[in-house]
C-alpha cells in the first residue's frame, strides 16, 4: 500500500508520465521511499486497473507516445482514506544496525573503518538533503501547504541523520580514548617490589 500511497500522492499534486515519477523519487522522496522504474511502472498499471489514475498518450516527434497519468475522483478518495489512517510503525529491518548490534564480533580495525565510512556516507546524504532545502525555501512554488509538509519530512531525516552521526562519533571518540587509556598502561615500567625484611620477634642477649 505504501507505494501505491507514495505514487498517488505524486500524481495528485500534478499529472506526470512514469518517467517524471523515477525523476521525482530520485530528487524528493527518495530518502522516505525508494523505488525502482520497474516497480514504478508496475504499480501504475495496478492503479490503473484500479481505476485510481487515468493515461493519456501524448504523441512525441521522434519518440514513443508519453504517458501522463492523472488522479481520478476515486483515486482521490483512495488517498484521502489513506492519508486519515492512523501512524503506525513499520516492520524495521536495518542490516546497518545489526552490524553495529554485533560489532564485537568484527575485527576491531574494521568495524572502526567501515563506522567511519557510514559517518561520511550519512554527512554527504545530509549535506545533499539540506541543499535540496535550500533550493526549495529559494523556489516555494504555488503548493505552499504541500510544500510544509514535504519539508517536515525532509527535516525530520536530517535531524534523524544528524543525530545518528553525533553518536557514532562519540562511540568511537570514547573507543579511541579507551584505546589510548590502555597503550599509557601497558607502556608504563613495572613498578618494582620492595621487599622487607622479616621482622625477628627474639630478644637480642
Known amino acids: 500500500m505504501s507505494l501505491k500511497f507514495a505514487l498517488l500522492g505524486l500524481i495528485a499534486l500534478e499529472p506526470i508520465s512514469g518517467y517524471d515519477i523515477k525523476r521525482?523519487?530520485?530528487?524528493?522522496?527518495?530518502?522516505?521511499?525508494?523505488?525502482?522504474g520497474p516497480q514504478i511502472y508496475t504499480t501504475l498499471r495496478s492503479l490503473r486497473e484500479d481505476e485510481l489514475i487515468k493515461t493519456k498518450s501524448i504523441p512525441q516527434q521522434g519518440k514513443p507516445?508519453?504517458?501522463?497519468?492523472?488522479?481520478?475522483?476515486?483515486?482521490?478518495?483512495?488517498?484521502?482514506?489513506m492519508a486519515n489512517q492512523p501512524l503506525v510503525a513499520s516492520v524495521t529491518r536495518n542490516e546497518i544496525l545489526l552490524r553495529v548490534f554485533f560489532g564485537n564480533f568484527a575485527d576491531p580495525k574494521t568495524i572502526d573503518r567501515e563506522l567511519k565510512a557510514y559517518i561520511e556516507r550519512l554527512r554527504s546524504e545530509r549535506?545533499?538533503?539540506?541543499?535540496?532545502?535550500?533550493?526549495?525555501?529559494?523556489?516555494?512554488?504555488?503548493k505552499?501547504?504541500?510544500?510544509r509538509f514535504q519539508l517536515l519530512s525532509l527535516r525530520l531525516t536530517v535531524a534523524n541523520f544528524r543525530a545518528t552521526e553525533r553518536e557514532l562519533e562519540k562511540f568511537l571518540e570514547e573507543g579511541e580514548s579507551a584505546s589510548r587509556k590502555v597503550a599509557r598502561e601497558?607502556?608504563?615500567?613495572?613498578?618494582?617490589?620492595?621487599?622487607?625484611?622479616?621482622?625477628?620477634?627474639?630478644?637480642?642477649?
Open 24 to 36: 521525482t523519487v530520485d530528487s524528493s522522496i527518495y530518502f522516505i521511499w525508494n523505488v525502482t
Open 65 to 81: 507516445d508519453k504517458q501522463i497519468h492523472t488522479i481520478t475522483a476515486k483515486g482521490r478518495q483512495a488517498l484521502l482514506s
Open 127 to 142: 549535506l545533499f538533503m539540506e541543499a535540496t532545502e535550500a533550493r526549495i525555501l529559494a523556489h516555494p512554488g504555488t
Open 144 to 147: 505552499h501547504e504541500a510544500r
Open 186 to 205: 601497558a607502556s608504563r615500567p613495572a613498578r618494582k617490589t620492595r621487599v622487607k625484611a622479616p621482622v625477628s620477634n627474639a630478644r637480642s642477649t
